[in-house]
């Protein structure tokens, strides 16, 4: 079992940057293909971008695509969301998640099975 703690959520303008990072526990971190996702008020958990677990591959939701750049550290445990040129619709809670199964990310949150608690990302216009 791992334990995911989120960081880096704030306040920003429109076209400025944040970035997130998401801690675990344990010591099988390596061995997690880890993503992350966000929900928005009313709206359901979506996609945003996954990574496998040595890192090399990397997917990512149409909406964030060369925007956002996911990143890991398997030595620290950590798993990174590099935000750029952020846009209002950004906004919302953002969430890491963690899957043992799988060799590449998965796009849907029943993919995973491990989730952090969340980091707010307010984009102000």
């Given at each position: 079992?791992?334990?995911?703690?989120?960081?880096?959520?704030?306040?920003?303008?429109?076209?400025?940057?944040?970035?997130?990072?998401?801690?675990?526990?344990?010591?099988?971190?390596?061995?997690?293909?880890?993503?992350?996702?966000?929900?928005?008020?009313?709206?359901?958990?979506?996609?945003?971008?996954?990574?496998?677990?040595?890192?090399?591959?990397?997917?990512?939701?149409?909406?964030?695509?060369?925007?956002?750049?996911?990143?890991?550290?398997?030595?620290?445990?950590?798993?990174?969301?590099?935000?750029?040129?952020?846009?209002?619709?950004?906004?919302?809670?953002?969430?890491?998640?963690?899957?043992?199964?799988?060799?590449?990310?998965?796009?849907?949150?029943?993919?995973?099975?491990?989730?952090?608690q969340g980091t707010q990302v307010t984009v102000s216009s």
């Amino acid at each position: 079992q791992v334990q995911l703690v989120e960081s880096g959520g704030g306040l920003v303008q429109a076209g400025g940057s944040l970035r997130l990072s998401c801690g675990a526990s344990g010591r099988t971190f390596s061995s997690y293909v880890m993503g992350w996702f966000r929900q928005a008020p009313g709206k359901e958990r979506e996609f945003v971008a996954a990574t496998s677990r040595n890192g090399y591959s990397t997917n990512y939701a149409d909406s964030v695509q060369g925007r956002f750049t996911i990143s890991r550290d398997n030595a620290k445990n950590t798993v990174y969301l590099q935000m750029n040129s952020l846009k209002p619709e950004d906004t919302a809670v953002y969430y890491c998640a963690a899957d043992p199964t799988r060799l590449r990310g998965g796009v849907r949150p029943v993919d995973y099975n491990y989730w952090g608690q969340g980091t707010q990302v307010t984009v102000s216009s």
